[in-house]
């Protein structure tokens, strides 16, 4: 009877200890497991010229030497260096699930000092492979439940600025509100379109959802009141890029000379056709 | 026998008390543990939470005149000026020697050392006291902070509430199109400013387009921003390079005429003329060297700075990622910008001007001190602690930083090298090792 008590005294020690382990981990486990969600640009076959990426994740990430979770493979399985833009500031969204990471500029553009030295980064008909490894931590402290691999072909360098009269319109229905198709001749850059294309009625922009399709080739607009007999424009921004970051104001390796040709500010219209 | 059961059993108690009161020690010192950091971090969540309609990031900082402490937040896209008071600081003129300053910032928000990003180091102007721009997780999200240090390792945290102005800078092309979706994707990230002569120059970047935007902003504020796009030319490049995004910027006075002095990723340098940039406008920049290829440019910081022979002369610190650092005399800025600059390519080392290597390299972040010091926040290559540290103007090292042939016993200097064991000596004294001064 003498070690009751003592008994009692550390089994009520040892269970308000357990219980505040029990809750930590709880917390932990709460977090669901983070996970690299998309890549873009979407689809496998990609420019020489290509710029960016997109990673998106489940979790808000850590920052910091994002380069040593990122491995892009040749078709050997040999590790490239120097593809990626050291970047000093990270390219977050602000919830940080979203990191841009370029393809290091000075290679892409023609003329400049990598450029001349190593060359593209990509060689046209070599298969790639992208990795994001599980060895990087969300915020909240976890790590990646699984590695991310995206695999891609090279394919020639897309030097083709996008231009307004190759988008082509569906008709409006007036008196519905059914959604018009807007489709590029090619792979436009599918976060810039959510920021940089709208539908216009007398300078007015047009309240409504837009949402992208086929990798980005393709939108849909939906309004939020009725079509009516009115003139309406597509309005793009000629900041609109395609994936090699060609905009409507002219291609990204582009001479000062050329760029007279194209309009440098503002935006680009195309009337939408009423049925 | 008696004698000794008596012992034994005064022993047995003994031992069972002791039991007894460690594992109270264990499990109170447990709890107080979980509580000290639950309530520390409640406190700085709660004291940030109301910030958080203030600002929502700092990403670099920036003393201006009558201690205005500018704040780049590039989440909001926005500049905050806080009006920022004068601390005592006893310590005012000596040298930052914290070399295991993690455990301050760790005392001060509870948090390990991975759990915090260095953003940007600036020096109060009047107290000389180190403004440090973090973000530190809490929970699942990274809280800004602005961590105020003196000599002594005293750290508190700014109040980011206080006395301040804003200026949104131009409204952001995510507030045009929100109606589209939820999608919160575009951001600006400031990646420097500079206050001169009552306006901000701010470079910015931005994770959708690939653009340089240089704003020009009055302040105090109007509510007015300008937008230069300004195009520069580099060395090796056959084409005009019209949208590579500013890394760092400074002012410089080339003859009487205001010039921005950019660096640019891999690492051209770029002089702007500052009347030229006027809303909307296209400048040509031009590129008068080019100090090094593979490289990032971090913190550009102008003084004065002096001769082995104590003549005074103004330069520029340009601190690096890649490689050393360099010095850049105001007057060989300027003498390279009476040239055409760089117009083609011309290989693969540095070219054009670049000034003098310094040994600084390193270092994450660097800060105009004083008259003798530059200060720097850097993390030690060996045991990855963080260090607040300041470096002596002119001389761009720290003693402490190696070990030479001068250190070893009973090393004699000659009559040649009574200026080295002055220099030294100073050092010593400087990074707080008087006793191995030599005499």
């Given at each position: 009877m003498k070690y009751n008590y003592w008994f009692i005294l550390v089994i009520i020690i040892l269970v308000g200890c357990?219980?505040?382990?029990?809750?930590?981990?709880?917390?932990?486990?709460?977090?669901?497991?983070?996970?690299?969600?998309?890549?873009?640009?979407?689809?496998?076959?990609?420019?020489?010229?290509?710029?960016?990426?997109?990673?998106?994740?489940?979790?808000?990430?850590?920052?910091?030497?994002?380069?040593?979770?990122?491995?892009?493979?040749?078709?050997?399985?040999?590790?490239?260096?120097?593809?990626?833009?050291?970047n000093l500031y990270e390219l977050w969204t602000?919830?940080?699930?979203?990191?841009?990471?370029?393809?290091?500029?000075?290679?892409?553009?023609?003329?400049?000092?990598?450029?001349?030295?190593?060359?593209?980064?990509?060689?046209?008909?070599?298969?790639?492979?992208?990795?994001?490894?599980?060895?990087?931590?969300?915020?909240?402290?976890?790590?990646?439940?699984?590695?991310?691999?995206?695999?891609?072909?090279?394919?020639?360098?897309?030097?083709?600025?996008?231009?307004?009269?190759?988008?082509?319109?569906?008709?409006?229905?007036?008196?519905?509100?059914?959604?018009?198709?807007?489709t590029f001749n090619e792979v436009m850059d599918v976060f810039q379109l959510k920021y940089y294309v709208r539908v216009i009625s007398n300078n007015t922009i047009l309240k409504g959802k837009f949402k992208v399709f086929d990798k980005g080739k393709t939108m849909q607009f939906t309004p939020e009141n009725r079509w009516k007999e009115d003139n309406y424009q597509l309005q793009i921004d000629v900041r609109l890029e395609d994936i090699a970051a060609n905009s409507f104001a002219g291609k990204f390796d582009q001479a000062i000379s050329e760029a007279k040709n194209f309009q440098q500010k503002g935006y680009v219209y195309k009337k939408i056709s009423i049925e | 026998m008696q004698c000794i059961n008596k012992n034994l059993i005064k022993m047995k108690k003994v031992?069972?008390?002791?039991?007894?009161?460690?594992l109270l020690i264990i499990v109170i010192s447990c709890n107080k543990k979980d509580n000290i950091t639950?309530?520390?971090?409640?406190?700085?969540?709660?004291?940030?939470?109301?910030?958080?309609?203030?600002?929502?990031?700092?990403?670099?900082?920036?003393?201006?005149?009558?201690?205005?402490?500018?704040?780049?937040?590039?989440?909001?896209?926005?500049?905050?000026?806080?009006?920022?008071?004068?601390?005592?600081?006893?310590?005012?003129?000596?040298?930052y020697n914290l070399n295991d300053f993690d455990k301050n910032i760790e005392e001060l928000l509870g948090i390990q050392s991975d759990e915090l990003i260095i953003r940007d180091l600036a020096v109060h102007p009047e107290s000389n006291e180190a403004y440090i721009a973090i973000s530190y997780i809490y929970g699942s999200k990274y809280i800004p902070a602005i961590i105020i240090a003196n000599q002594s390792g005293k750290t508190r945290l700014m109040d980011l509430s206080s006395k301040h102005t804003k200026l949104k800078l131009q409204k952001s092309d995510v507030e045009d199109f929100m109606f589209y979706d939820n999608f919160k994707g575009k951001n600006l990230t400031i990646t420097d400013l500079d206050y001169h002569k009552g306006k901000l120059y701010v470079s910015g970047l931005s994770n959708q387009d690939f653009a340089s935007t240089l704003r020009v902003v009055d302040y105090p504020f109007t509510g007015r921003s300008s937008i230069s796009s300004v195009e520069i030319f580099h060395a090796m490049h056959g084409q005009n390079e019209t949208r590579a995004p500013i890394r760092s910027l400074t002012v410089v006075d080339l003859e009487?005429?205001?010039?921005?002095?950019?660096?640019?990723?891999?690492?051209?340098?770029?002089?702007?003329?500052?009347?030229?940039?006027?809303?909307?406008?296209?400048?040509?920049?031009?590129?008068?060297g080019d100090v090094g290829y593979g490289n990032t440019p971090i913190d550009m910081l102008k003084y004065v700075g002096q001769d082995m022979q104590k003549n005074e002369f103004e330069v520029v610190l340009l601190t690096n990622k890649n490689q050393?650092?360099?010095?850049?005399?105001?007057?060989?800025?300027?003498?390279?910008?009476?040239?055409?600059?760089?117009?083609?390519?011309?290989?693969?080392?540095?070219?054009?001007?670049?000034?003098?290597?310094?040994?600084?390299?390193?270092?994450?972040?660097?800060?105009?001190?004083?008259?003798?010091?530059?200060?720097?926040?850097?993390?030690?290559?060996?045991?990855?602690?963080?260090?607040?540290?300041?470096?002596?103007?002119?001389?761009?090292?720290?003693?402490?930083?190696?070990?030479?042939?001068?250190?070893?016993?009973?090393?004699?200097?000659?009559?040649?090298?009574?200026?080295?064991?002055?220099?030294?000596?100073?050092?010593?004294?400087?990074e707080g090792f008087s006793s191995e001064v030599v005499e």
């Open positions: 357990k219980k505040n382990k029990h809750q930590v981990q709880a917390s932990i486990s709460n977090v669901p497991d983070a996970l690299v969600t998309a890549v873009y640009p979407e689809q496998n076959i990609l420019p020489e010229n290509i710029l960016k990426f997109y990673i998106q994740f489940s979790e808000p990430m850590r920052e910091g030497d994002f380069l040593k979770h990122i491995q892009l493979l040749d078709s050997k399985g040999t590790n490239l260096k120097g593809v990626f833009f050291d602000t919830d940080h699930k979203q990191l841009t990471i370029l393809v290091d500029p000075g290679r892409v553009k023609t003329g400049l000092r990598q450029n001349i030295k190593q060359g593209r980064a990509f060689t046209v008909d070599e298969n790639y492979t992208l990795t994001i490894d599980k060895t990087w931590k969300t915020i909240s402290g976890k790590y990646l439940s699984k590695t991310y691999t995206k695999k891609f072909t090279i394919k020639e360098e897309d030097v083709e600025p996008p231009s307004i009269k190759d988008v082509v319109i569906s008709k409006i229905k007036v008196d519905s509100k059914t959604p018009i198709i807007l | 031992i069972k008390i002791s039991f007894a009161l460690t639950t309530d520390k971090h409640i406190a700085i969540n709660a004291e940030t939470k109301t910030e958080l309609s203030v600002i929502k990031s700092v990403n670099v900082l920036e003393f201006g005149l009558n201690n205005v402490l500018f704040v780049g937040d590039s989440h909001a896209g926005a500049i905050i000026a806080y009006e920022t008071k004068a601390n005592e600081n006893n310590q005012k003129g000596q040298a009487g005429k205001d010039y921005l002095l950019a660096t640019y990723t891999c690492t051209p340098l770029v002089t702007i003329p500052i009347d030229e940039l006027v809303d909307g406008a296209q400048v040509k920049g031009k590129t008068i050393a650092a360099n010095v850049l005399p105001v007057a060989g800025i300027n003498e390279a910008n009476k040239g055409e600059g760089l117009t083609k390519f011309q290989g693969f080392g540095s070219f054009g001007f670049q000034g003098f290597k310094a040994p600084l390299a390193g270092i994450s972040h660097v800060a105009e001190q004083d008259g003798y010091h530059i200060l720097g926040i850097r993390r030690d290559f060996d045991s990855g602690d963080l260090q607040l540290v300041s470096f002596m103007k002119n001389l761009y090292m720290r003693i402490s930083d190696f070990q030479s042939e001068y250190e070893m016993p009973g090393y004699t200097y000659s009559k040649e090298q009574g200026w080295v064991k002055d220099l030294q000596n100073m050092m010593k004294k400087d």
